[in-house]
Each structure stands twice: as C-alpha cells, then as structure tokens.
C-alpha cells in the first residue's frame, strides 16, 4: 500500500521553529535523520522527549515546517511547497490535536468543533450541525457543549479536540502527546475513536502519535511504536 505519511532522510534540526507546544527545536541536542512511514490503517507512536526532535514531526507532515534536509510526503505531496491556499485547503485533509488541545478559548466547545466545518467546507447549515451533532455524540461531550474550554475539565477539553481534529473524516490523523493528563481508560477510548473502528486491514484510519511515553494499557492498540533517541529511530520495547 502507498503511505500515507513518508519521511524521507529528515533531518530534525536543532535551529527548526517547530510548531508544538514543547517549544521543539530549542532543546535538541543532535540532529537527527530519520526515515519512516505510516501506512493506511496503520498506528505508528514515535516516543521521544523534548530534546529528542520528536515533537517537531506532526508540523513537518502537516507543512508548518520544511526540513532541512530530506523530504516528507503527506498523500504523496509535500505540502510546505504549495502555494499558501492550496496548503490551507491540503490540511483539511488531515486530523491534526496539537499537544494541549488548542482549542480558541473564547468559543464554546460545540463552536470549536464546527468551526473547521464552517469556513473549510461547502456544506449547508443543517449539514454541519448534524455533523456536529453526531461527533459530540461520538465523543461523549454533548452535555458540555455549551462550555468553554476554560469552564471544561481536561479530559472533555481533550475529547473536543479530537472532535475538531475528525470533523472532515480524514485517512489520516495526526496526535501531539494525546493522553498526557488522562486516565489510561481514557485514552485507550480516544485512541479508538482516532483510529475510527476496525477494518479487516487495521484502524479504518491511519494514525501517528508523537509522544514522551506511552500508557502501557495502548501499547497493544498499537501497530508498531519506535523511540526517537540520540538521533535515531529504534523499535521501542
């Protein structure tokens, strides 16, 4: 199968902007190369610290960030080369939770799910709500959705996020440290919720975590799960 994701050589620079909340880039202390892929249906975590690079990975695939060196394809386009509206619009294309949430905190949690919805498609009113609708419901946070994010607890902060982040039903979705903060039930319900069921080939969609660590509860939900240290991917334990 084509992947869905592909790093090519990329070199993770210690000098990159990064566009996670870790502040990635300022601490690294070697710069790494390295070479993956994520496959449809596939749950691939990359486990790394702060000073690892791993936290630059989810703004390189989305084209917030160019490598340095290599290549990396995102449904075979690299989308940090495209013209400023064509990235926008290849983006919507991919589920993306930053670490954190990062959730606008002047809007409900409902208005922050539909917000994608609203200004990145051509569905009527009614289409978006019902799509709203059903999402929340998925996500068990109808009952907050009149809250914001600062009125919500972590976890339904967490989970409106991720409603956000699979508005568009995409193949692939993308999760900054997820589960830091939850209780591993949790997680393990947000995990399938990502992955969006099963198929005879794996999770109907593909996912990438990049994460400090994993709850070991996950670890069996997981496709294959590498460790970013000292400049290099291994096969995490």
Do not use: C, K
């Amino acid at each position: 199968m084509t992947p869905l994701l592909e790093f090519r050589e990329v070199r993770l620079s210690r000098t990159r902007r990064g566009s996670a909340a870790w502040e990635p880039g300022a601490g690294i202390t070697t710069d790494a190369i390295v070479s993956f892929e994520v496959r449809p249906h596939e749950t691939l975590a990359i486990i790394g610290d702060g000073q690892s690079g791993a936290g630059l990975l989810a703004g390189l695939a989305l084209g917030l960030d160019r490598p340095t060196g290599g290549s990396v394809l995102t449904m075979g386009t690299e989308i940090a080369t495209l013209p400023r509206w064509e990235q926008l619009a290849f983006r919507r294309r991919v589920g993306y939770l930053p670490e954190g949430d990062g959730l606008l905190q002047n809007l409900s949690l409902r208005d922050n799910v539909r917000l994608p919805l609203r200004f990145g498609s051509d569905f009527r009113p009614r289409e978006i709500e019902g799509r709203v609708d059903v999402i929340m419901a998925q996500l068990r946070i109808a009952r907050v959705a009149a809250m914001r994010p600062a009125e919500a607890s972590l976890e339904d902060g967490r989970r409106a996020a991720l409603a956000r982040a699979l508005a568009f039903d995409p193949e692939l979705v993308i999760l900054e440290a997820p589960f830091e903060g939850l209780p591993d039930r949790t997680a393990a319900e947000l995990l399938e919720a990502a992955r969006g069921g099963e198929t005879e080939h794996g999770g109907r969609r593909a996912v990438l975590i990049t994460s400090p660590d994993l709850p070991a509860l996950l670890r069996p939900r997981v496709d294959r799960m590498l460790r970013l240290v000292a400049g290099r991917l291994e096969v995490a334990a």
